[in-house]
């Protein structure tokens, strides 16, 4: 597919041609998309009948990839919408945006009350480990106190992302040590979900401890990807790359 067949397949009446464009877009990192996912973003047609928006979650994801912060006004919008899955991927991009401004709506999902709807649940009304992770990427120091309640919750997932974003706010390595003892307590289903969050510390002396999950080589392979891009994150440049040989050797040897 080419680029410009994919812009044109996302204004196609055959809603999984617009699906699968926005994902390729996405995949592709392509500029030139974004006028069109941020307008994807608002589509109304491509509805399910438990009220989620299959096109929108692609459009919010891609523009989380590609970057651009045209699409910060757009998402942020999103994080109110009746649709658990696109909040979910509107805080992500938000944080992979580092879209600060997003802040005090991400915030205010964590305390929000009400019935959960589209898909969200009794424990789980909101996509808490979404919001967490955006709100440790974007160094929401604010945050803080919103953040340490859900250290006790029902949910190893949720306790999973709100250490990792207290980890990345605080840089403190109790956290860090508290994750992997969670980890190495969780079944192995749950083990490659909390890998990644692992990953998005970016502290590289758990990499061998994240080598030695029990959970299947291809999930520890994403984790440490994971892990060594969050670390670039926070290095000069050129980086020191020695550092992060002993990931890489790692990585080879689960290939």
């Given at each position: 597919?080419?680029?410009?067949?994919a812009l044109?397949q996302?204004?196609?009446p055959?809603?999984?041609?617009?699906?699968?464009?926005?994902?390729?877009?996405?995949?592709?990192?392509?500029?030139?998309?974004?006028?069109?996912?941020?307008?994807?973003?608002r589509?109304?047609?491509?509805?399910?009948?438990?009220?989620?928006?299959?096109?929108?979650?692609?459009?919010?994801?891609?523009?989380?990839?590609?970057?651009?912060?045209?699409?910060?006004?757009?998402?942020i919008?999103?994080?109110?919408?009746?649709?658990?899955q696109?909040?979910?991927?509107?805080?992500?991009?938000?944080?992979?945006?580092g879209?600060?401004a997003?802040?005090?709506?991400?915030v205010?999902?964590?305390?929000?009350?009400?019935?959960?709807?589209?898909?969200?649940t009794e424990?789980?009304?909101?996509?808490?480990p979404?919001?967490?992770?955006?709100?440790?990427?974007?160094k929401?120091q604010?945050?803080?106190?919103?953040?340490?309640?859900?250290?006790?919750?029902?949910?190893p997932?949720?306790?999973?992302?709100?250490?990792?974003?207290?980890y990345?706010?605080?840089?403190?390595?109790?956290y860090?040590?508290?994750?992997l003892?969670?980890?190495?307590?969780?079944?192995?289903?749950?083990?490659?979900v909390?890998?990644g969050d692992?990953?998005?510390?970016?502290?590289?002396?758990?990499?061998?401890?994240?080598?030695?999950?029990?959970?299947?080589?291809?999930?520890?392979?994403?984790?440490?990807?994971?892990?060594?891009?969050?670390?670039?994150?926070?290095?000069?440049?050129?980086?020191?790359?020695?550092?992060a040989?002993?990931?890489?050797?790692?990585?080879d040897?689960?290939?």
């Open positions: 597919m080419t680029v410009a067949e044109a996302l204004q196609s055959d809603l999984s041609q617009r699906y699968y464009a926005a994902w390729w877009l996405g995949r592709f990192r392509v500029k030139e998309a974004v006028p069109a996912l941020i307008l994807a973003l589509d109304e047609s491509d509805r399910t009948e438990l009220g989620g928006y299959p096109l929108r979650r692609n459009a919010a994801r891609a523009l989380g990839q590609i970057g651009d912060p045209q699409a910060i006004p757009g998402l919008a999103c994080l109110q919408v009746a649709d658990f696109l909040r979910a991927a509107a805080a992500t991009a938000l944080g992979l945006l879209a600060t997003a802040i005090p709506d991400l205010g999902l964590l305390t929000a009350a009400g019935e959960p709807s589209a898909l969200g424990a789980l009304p909101q996509p808490y979404a919001i967490l992770l955006a709100l440790g990427r974007l929401a604010a945050a803080l106190p919103q953040i340490q309640p859900f250290l006790t919750h029902a949910l997932r949720v306790r999973s992302a709100a250490l990792c974003a207290l990345l706010l605080t840089q403190d390595s109790d860090i040590q508290q994750l003892h969670l980890i190495g307590r969780s079944e192995t289903r749950l083990q490659r909390l890998l692992l990953g998005e510390t970016g502290y590289l002396p758990v990499a061998e401890a994240m080598a030695q999950a029990q959970a299947e080589p291809s999930f520890k392979l994403m984790g440490l990807h994971r892990l060594l891009g969050q670390w670039l994150t926070t290095q000069p440049q050129p980086p020191d790359w020695t550092a040989a002993p990931v890489f050797a790692l990585m040897r689960l290939l």
